[in-house]
C-alpha cells in the first residue's frame, strides 16, 4: 500500500509541468492584417495564422504571465497584457499580440495592472469581435 501511495504521489507531482510557459515575446511573430469590420464601422487588425503557429500553440495549455486588464467589472470580462494598462493595446501603446482575453469559467477578483500567471488553453482567433488569442478554462497560478 505505501508504495503503491509513493508511486502516485511521484506522478502526480509532475501535473503541474503538464503546462509549457508562454513568453510574449514569441507572440510578436504574429502577422496582422487590417480589415474592415462592418459590425463595429471600424478598421480592425486581424491575425494571420501560420500553419507552424497553429500547430505550436492552438488548442495547447499554456502558462503566461503578465498584467490584468479589467474591461467589465460587473459582467467579469478581463483581458491579460503584456504591458501595465498605461502602455498597453487599448491605450495604443502596443500591438493586437500583446493582450489575449481570458476565460475563467468561474468568479475571480482582479485587479487592473495586477501581475498574475495564468494557466490555460489556447485558443487562436481571426473574429475581429475578439482578441487574436483567447486563453480558455483560464485558472490563476
Not at 38 to 52: K, L, N, R
Not at 78 to 105: D, H, I, K, Q, T
Request: hydrophobic share 45%; charged share 20%.
Amino acid at each position: 500500500m505505501r508504495k503503491g501511495l509513493t508511486i502516485a504521489l511521484f506522478f502526480l507531482g509532475f501535473c503541474g509541468f503538464a503546462q509549457e510557459r508562454l513568453q510574449w515575446s514569441a507572440l510578436e511573430e504574429i502577422d496582422f492584417t487590417e480589415v474592415y469590420d462592418e459590425g463595429t464601422a471600424s478598421w480592425v487588425q486581424v491575425p494571420q495564422w501560420t500553419p507552424s503557429q497553429r500547430e505550436q500553440w492552438d488548442g495547447k495549455e499554456w502558462q503566461i504571465t503578465g498584467y490584468a486588464i479589467v474591461l467589465d467589472p460587473v459582467d467579469q470580462i478581463y483581458a491579460l497584457s503584456a504591458f501595465p494598462f498605461s502602455s498597453c493595446f487599448f491605450c495604443g501603446a502596443a500591438g493586437p499580440e500583446s493582450v489575449m482575453e481570458l476565460e475563467f469559467g468561474h468568479p475571480v477578483d482582479l485587479i487592473t495592472d495586477q501581475v498574475i500567471t495564468i494557466i490555460g488553453t489556447l485558443d487562436l482567433n481571426t473574429s475581429p469581435e475578439h482578441l487574436p488569442i483567447t486563453l480558455l478554462g483560464a485558472k490563476l497560478k
